[in-house]
Structure formats: structure tokens, C-alpha cells
């Protein structure tokens, strides 16, 4: 068991760079179990690259990215894969297969672990569809296990896919502006859907947003990006407009006017 006085995550000295353009530089950062972090800051900030780093789904040309008390470019591919199916990431464009049934994107949450022979046959006859529909009654839509995906509004979808991540049961849950397709009402149904689930569920939450004011209303810390650097790292209830006019502000203070 993972001692829960330690990080769940943790960014050492963490730089990235893709061929000529260096999105992030020596970030230092540390988050523990059960916080709900806001990645804040303009587009090109280095947010979505910061969420894709802490899920290994890329590795960091300088530092290290440690994930549930594991180095993550240390490990061997099953080890790291292992501790990956630990890191659950819901997306923008809530990544679903269109022309499935809700169950089968649902059950797609258990691909990490059922070897093909199971996740073929799930496509002829669903199983653990139990399993699934807990799932979806818990974001809110059972009643859709068996309609199909792109019959769905946008922030249905969106609930599918938190559904998904649901059945995988990891114990981080990322989110790369999941509400930035959706409407101002949709996007506060899916924000308070998932301050429910991972406060219950007591799951630690990393979730990039362009939305300050949906970062402070369900996020208890906001950390601040800015060109690949940490602006700031506050908690809600301390972020200022000083703080936010700063970090969106076009130039940078020794820019020529
Ligand atoms: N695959 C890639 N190849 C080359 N450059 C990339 C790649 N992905 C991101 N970048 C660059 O890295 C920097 C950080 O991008 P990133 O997508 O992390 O920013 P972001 O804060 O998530 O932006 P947005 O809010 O628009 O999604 C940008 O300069 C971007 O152009």
C-alpha cells in the first residue's frame, strides 16, 4: 500500500523540450492524496504537456517524473504501464469510440487489464455489465448503457468518459479541460460531478482549465503556468487578480511596449 503521508506525484528538476521549442523548464512539484489541483494559464502555457508527462504518456527530456513513489522513465514498460493503469485521463474531446454502444466505451476502462480475447468478446456480448452500469449511474445517465455514443449530447459524452475512468478505478485522475466543448451550465454539471466523485472516492485530481473562476469554485490549489513556468502555486482561497492579470498578461514585463 502506498504510504499516504508521501506525494502521489512528483516533478524533480522536470524540463521538456520538443525539437526547438522548450515547453517546460525545471518544474518542482509535489501533490498529495486527495488534493484537487487546477493547471491554469494561456494557451501554449505548457499545461496539457505538464498532464501528459504526470501520466507517462510522454517522458521528460530533463528530470524526473516520480508517480505513486515510481520514477517513471526508470521503469520497464510492463512496470510502467502497471503504474499508468493507476492514472486515469479524461480529455477534451472525451476520446470515445462514436459508432459503439455507451457500455462499450464504458467497458473500454478495463482494457488495461482484460487480456484481447476479453475485450473481443465484450464487443460481441457485453461483460461486467454491471460493473458498467454502476458506472454510469454514478455520472448521472444510466439509462444510456446501451444507446449509441455519438446519439449523446456533449456533456453526456463527457460523462461517459468519466464513466470509463470510473471502471478503471485509478487511484489519480487527470483531466485535460474536459469542460472546454461544453456550455457554461454543462461545464459546472461535469466540474461538480467531479469534486463529487474523487472527494467520495477520495482520488486525488489534476485538471487543466481556461476557466479561473471554475479552477477556484471546485479546486482546493491552483497552480499557475506560464511559459512552461510556475507563475504561482496557491491555494484557491489565496489567488488574486494581481495574481491572474499576471499570468494571462500578453508581454512580459521586460518586453519592449
Ligand atoms: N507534439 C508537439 N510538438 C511540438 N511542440 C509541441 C507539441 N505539443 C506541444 N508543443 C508546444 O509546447 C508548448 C506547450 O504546449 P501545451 O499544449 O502543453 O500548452 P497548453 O497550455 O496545454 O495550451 P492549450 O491551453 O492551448 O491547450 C507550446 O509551445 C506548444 O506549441
Redesign the pocket.
Given at each position: 500500500m502506498y504510504p499516504s503521508t508521501s506525494p502521489v506525484l512528483e516533478l524533480k528538476q522536470v524540463s521538456?523540450r520538443?525539437?526547438r521549442?522548450?515547453?517546460?523548464h525545471h518544474l518542482n512539484l509535489q501533490i498529495r492524496s486527495g488534493e484537487r489541483v487546477a493547471?491554469i494559464?494561456?494557451?501554449?502555457?505548457?499545461?496539457?504537456?505538464?498532464?501528459?508527462l504526470l501520466n507517462g504518456t510522454l517522458l521528460p527530456t530533463q528530470g524526473e517524473v516520480w508517480a505513486l513513489g515510481y520514477p517513471l522513465s526508470q521503469l520497464s514498460g510492463s512496470k510502467r504501464r502497471r503504474v499508468q493503469r493507476q492514472i486515469g485521463t479524461i480529455y477534451q474531446q472525451f476520446h470515445l469510440v462514436d459508432n459503439l454502444a455507451v457500455i462499450h466505451n464504458v467497458n473500454a476502462g478495463h482494457l488495461g487489464t482484460w487480456p484481447f480475447w476479453k475485450a473481443a468478446l465484450s464487443l460481441l456480448y457485453p461483460l461486467e455489465v454491471e460493473t458498467a452500469a454502476k458506472a454510469l449511474h454514478r455520472v448521472g445517465i444510466p439509462e444510456k448503457l446501451y444507446e449509441r455514443t455519438d446519439r449523446l449530447s456533449g456533456g453526456q459524452q463527457q460523462r461517459v468518459a468519466i464513466a470509463r475512468v470510473l471502471v478503471q478505478n485509478p487511484a489519480i485522475i487527470l483531466a485535460?479541460?474536459p469542460v472546454a466543448s461544453l456550455d457554461p451550465e454543462r461545464s459546472r454539471e461535469i466540474m461538480a460531478l467531479l469534486q463529487s466523485l474523487v472527494q467520495d472516492l477520495r482520488r486525488t485530481l489534476i485538471i487543466?482549465l481556461?476557466s479561473v473562476e471554475l479552477a477556484q469554485i471546485y479546486c482546493d490549489r491552483i497552480i499557475g503556468?506560464r511559459h512552461?513556468q510556475i507563475m504561482f502555486d496557491v491555494p484557491a482561497a489565496q489567488l488574486t487578480t494581481a495574481m491572474i492579470d499576471d499570468l494571462y498578461r500578453l508581454k512580459s514585463p521586460e518586453s519592449p511596449a
Open positions: 521538456h520538443f525539437d521549442i522548450s515547453a517546460l493547471l494559464g494561456s494557451s501554449g502555457a505548457g499545461k496539457s504537456t505538464l498532464l501528459k485535460d479541460e487543466s481556461h503556468l512552461g
